[in-house]
């Protein structure tokens, strides 16, 4: 996807960073208080004060004793930027819409117009000259990386990603759309580098917290993305 208060905010802060409330006791982790994290020991969370933010909190996870037990341990926090249109229901987002959808999503891999940060263990796609991702409706390459583009896919309705260094120095691809691809609903949803404003529906944190997050990612702990809002962040769904 082409890149592009006070007290809500404060709120949003102590949900995802776990911070104590005046007068009370802490809360547990965020993690800890979802129904659902993806089954690994690993998990982001991108969460926003409400659906029409643009800004919000990146916030990676570790699941210490294990995925069936143990607890949630914060191993850092960014702050983050979503789509020029807020967030939109992942089950039900529409292209084109400017929206970051939520949900709990899989990262199948990393790429980058840079080399992968010293450290990297995911599957890390260098960008080339002739790297594209299609997002062409009628295109059989619909929400795919390609190289070259095909002919069938549209270069109006592709990103040509090298064309982006700022934003895609380094990105991880979030699985929104991804395995059954819905024609319509939306393509290249990626957390990536930001480009010093709203994105046209990606997640995007800064320079130094994209390269901590690539070092953190253990594909043995099926790291995942959970995109939301503060108030709805514990009732996030897997799609």
């Given at each position: 996807?082409?890149?592009g208060?006070?007290?809500a905010l404060?709120?949003a802060?102590?949900?995802v960073?776990?911070?104590?409330?005046?007068?009370?006791?802490?809360?547990?982790?965020?993690?800890?208080?979802?129904?659902?994290?993806?089954?690994?020991?690993?998990?982001i969370?991108?969460?926003?004060?409400e659906?029409?933010?643009?800004?919000?909190r990146?916030?990676w996870w570790?699941?210490r004793?294990g995925a069936?037990?143990?607890r949630w341990?914060?191993?850092?926090?960014?702050p983050?930027?979503?789509?020029?249109?807020?967030?939109?229901?992942?089950a039900?987002?529409?292209?084109?819409?400017n929206?970051?959808p939520t949900?709990?999503?899989?990262?199948?891999?990393?790429?980058?117009?840079?080399p992968?940060?010293r450290?990297?263990?995911?599957?890390y796609?260098?960008v080339r000259?002739?790297?594209?991702?299609?997002q062409?409706?009628?295109?059989?390459?619909?929400?795919?990386?390609?190289?070259p583009?095909?002919?069938?896919?549209?270069?109006?309705e592709?990103?040509?990603?090298?064309t982006?260094?700022?934003q895609y120095?380094?990105a991880?691809v979030?699985?929104f759309?991804y395995?059954?691809?819905v024609?319509?609903?939306?393509a290249?949803i990626f957390?990536?580098?930001d480009g010093?404003g709203a994105t046209?529906?990606c997640?995007?944190?800064?320079?130094?917290?994209?390269?901590?997050?690539?070092?953190?990612?253990?594909?043995?702990?099926?790291p995942?993305?959970?995109?939301?809002?503060s108030g709805g962040?514990?009732?996030?769904?897997?799609?």
């Amino acid at each position: 996807m082409r890149p592009g208060v006070v007290a809500a905010l404060v709120s949003a802060t102590l949900l995802v960073l776990g911070a104590a409330p005046a007068g009370g006791p802490p809360p547990r982790p965020l993690p800890a208080r979802m129904a659902e994290t993806g089954g690994g020991s690993q998990l982001i969370t991108a969460v926003a004060p409400e659906t029409g933010s643009t800004e919000g909190r990146v916030t990676w996870w570790d699941r210490r004793g294990g995925a069936s037990g143990g607890r949630w341990v914060r191993a850092g926090s960014a702050p983050a930027r979503f789509g020029a249109g807020g967030l939109a229901d992942g089950a039900t987002r529409v292209q084109g819409t400017n929206t970051t959808p939520t949900g709990l999503y899989d990262l199948p891999y990393a790429f980058g117009i840079e080399p992968a940060p010293r450290g990297t263990a995911y599957r890390y796609r260098p960008v080339r000259q002739d790297s594209w991702w299609c997002q062409d409706n009628a295109s059989r390459s619909y929400n795919r990386w390609t190289e070259p583009r095909p002919a069938d896919c549209r270069a109006a309705e592709a990103e040509h990603l090298i064309t982006y260094p700022a934003q895609y120095a380094h990105a991880l691809v979030v699985g929104f759309n991804y395995h059954r691809p819905v024609r319509g609903r939306g393509a290249g949803i990626f957390l990536h580098v930001d480009g010093r404003g709203a994105t046209a529906g990606c997640v995007s944190v800064p320079a130094e917290a994209m390269r901590r997050v690539l070092r953190w990612a253990d594909p043995a702990a099926r790291p995942h993305i959970a995109i939301g809002t503060s108030g709805g962040a514990t009732a996030i769904t897997r799609y």
